[in-house]
């Protein structure tokens, strides 16, 4: 079997940790993103001579360039890219701040966009390559108390389903991965949290925002196994455009879609009848 190589952002902590050591003990090689030059030797030491570890913050473009062409550099081609680098803000929708709701998008969306068009002549040459979105299932579900998170997941989520049509005749795929509540960093340090000043948010933004912070560190996700897992569909000749992982998520996206469903059904007799009638469309042309 042909060596891959992986180039994986966010890797000091969970998926991207796990992904990596996953991908190197099958063979391939790994590219893996972190933003301390002190944690460079721990993590190449997961696998020695199959890691390399390069200083990238997906908000700097001129760190993106120098990291990708290093990568082609070391390795002649980039098989695999997994946008894994991001982090969530929590707090209700009108008590986030401009500022923390920029940088939310500026790390989940244009970072990874941002890393998608720096590979991208390079899969491009190759006629073939495969990129994994690490989204949520905040990316196909909203819930109060991450309404921000939820429009940098959603957004991502639509750019990756375009990027699969345009390059499908390439060979480059794509899959979006929709993670529901694991194991990692996300609802603990990595989060930013805003705390509710306003008591008409108790019951519902900040109630679900303790919620997930109350279950950081007791998630039922394995990150071992939805490594596991991502590795898995990048072996599959046709893989899906979405994968949701761990039951949570399943459970949601389905809910999720059979109520937008049902709705489209009870209110179609209102959004339905919007076009032109044929008759208003020859009337138009004569």
Known sequence: MTQK?????GCSTGFGRELAKIATAKGDFV????????????FESLSPGKIT???????????????VDKAVQMHGKIDVLVNNAGYGVLGSVEEVTEEAMQSQFNVNVFGAVRMIKAVLPYMRRQRKGHILNITSIAGLNGFPGV?????SKFALEGIGEALAAETSHLGIKVTNIEPGPFRTDWAGRSANLFHSEIVDYKESAWKN??????????????????????????????????L??????????????STILEEFDQYENIGLPTDFTEDELKAMEN
């Open 31 to 42: 590219v893996g993103t972190l933003r301390k030059e002190s944690q460079i030797e721990e």
């Open 244 to 257: 949701p992982l761990g039951a949570s998520s399943y459970k949601r996206a389905r809910i999720k879609f």
């Open 147 to 151: 309404g921000i998170y939820n429009g």
């Open 53 to 67: 570890a390069i200083i990238l913050d997906v908000t700097k473009p001129e760190q993106i360039k120098e990291g």
């Open 5 to 9: 190589v992986w180039l994986i952002t």
């Open 209 to 242: 925002v303790q919620s997930i912070s109350g279950v950081s560190g007791k998630q039922v996700g394995d990150p071992e196994k939805a490594a596991r897992a991502m590795y898995k569909v990048t072996q599959i000749e046709n893989p899906p455009l979405h």
